[in-house]
T-cell receptor, first 111, second 112 residues
């Protein structure tokens, strides 16, 4: 069963615009992670935010976490054509259980 | 430093044939995982190994077996392939079960 669900399923923006993707989850988490997948490639880890953190930055990436709403958002600022990819959230649950991935958001950045 | 390496990258099987997907990591990861990715379904966990010598079922283990051969290697075996097992398979490694994962480039399997 999917723990995290990304929204929207697909997003198309112009280069230079900001892209925001959301992830909602159902149960309490230890951490939440975002991954990127370029077409035909493996997933690459972007950022991890722990349950006691509210916001985290990495370069042009900004991730927020609202545990009261069980949701997270990934903001990519000043997007580039190279940001075109699928983005997945993954939730790390308490206890020794593996990450559970959502179905992803397909981002297209048009030059 | 290759990271996580999967072989083969592509494979076509006939229904009923068997095969093994190999995965090796050189990052000293304790945990290793096998996921499958299907269109519209995201990644679903097949089996994982939290540490050398242990394996556990994930969300979709039916039709698969795994072997944690040593700390570096984690193989996935299909004993009797079925068309429903047509998918892209990803191996991943990480230090802890809920920590950051490092993925291989995937193995695309087609079962006719």
């Amino acid at each position: 069963s999917q723990q995290g669900e990304e929204d929207p399923q697909a997003l198309s923006i112009q280069e230079g615009e900001n892209a925001t993707m959301n992830c909602s989850y159902k149960t309490s988490i230890n951490n939440l992670q975002w991954y990127r997948q370029n077409s035909g490639r493996g997933l690459v880890h972007l950022i991890l935010i722990r349950s006691n953190e509210r916001e985290k930055h990495s370069g042009r990436l900004r991730v927020t976490l609202d545990t009261s709403k069980k949701s997270s958002s990934l903001l990519i600022t000043a997007s580039r054509a190279a940001d075109t990819a699928s983005y997945f959230c993954a939730t790390g649950l308490s206890g020794n259980t593996p990450l559970v991935f959502g179905k992803g958001t397909r981002l297209s950045v048009i030059a | 430093n290759a990271g996580v390496t999967q072989t083969p990258k592509f494979q076509v099987l006939k229904t009923g044939q068997s095969m093994t997907l190999q995965c090796a990591q050189d990052m000293n990861h304790n945990s290793m995982y096998w996921y499958r990715q299907d269109p519209g379904m995201g990644l679903r966990l097949i089996y994982y190994s939290a540490s050398e010598g242990t394996t556990d079922k994930g969300e979709v283990p039916n039709g698969y077996n795994v072997s944690r051969l040593n700390k570096r290697e984690f193989s996935l075996r299909l004993e009797s392939a079925a068309p429903s097992q047509t998918s892209v398979y990803f191996c991943a490694g990480g230090q802890g079960v809920t920590g950051e994962l490092f993925f291989g480039e995937g193995s695309r399997l087609t079962v006719l």
